[in-house]
């Protein structure tokens, strides 16, 4: 692994959100591996935690990253190796939250071996 991408969101997630934790400029040509989400206490719901990590505002997922019910951790590896080119900006959004009960304090890592 060459580049480890990590997001931080403090407290109950409690509602979707765009570009939550911050962003990142790409410093060279990278190829995404796995995606890794933690929590610290697990949310509850018939409805998961889905994020989306997007390069220049699009999607680098065919198919989201999801945290279910009581899931406190989740590796992501079926993502498609589109290559992400330098300088593009990089954010994570939140799409959905837990039907019942907010999860807490999220981190999210994307794991990048240059192209």
Known sequence: M???LRWYIDGNISRSKTEVGGTYYLD???CPEWVNMTC?????GSTSMV???NDDGTSIFSDR???TEKQVEKKWTTIPRTPMREHSLITLDIDQIFSVDTCRDLT???GLSKT
């Open 2 to 4: 060459d580049k480890v």
């Open 28 to 30: 060279a040509d990278y």
């Open 40 to 44: 610290r206490i697990a949310g509850v």
């Open 51 to 53: 994020i989306d990590i």
């Open 65 to 67: 990253p999801t945290l």
């Open 108 to 110: 999210v890592e994307l």
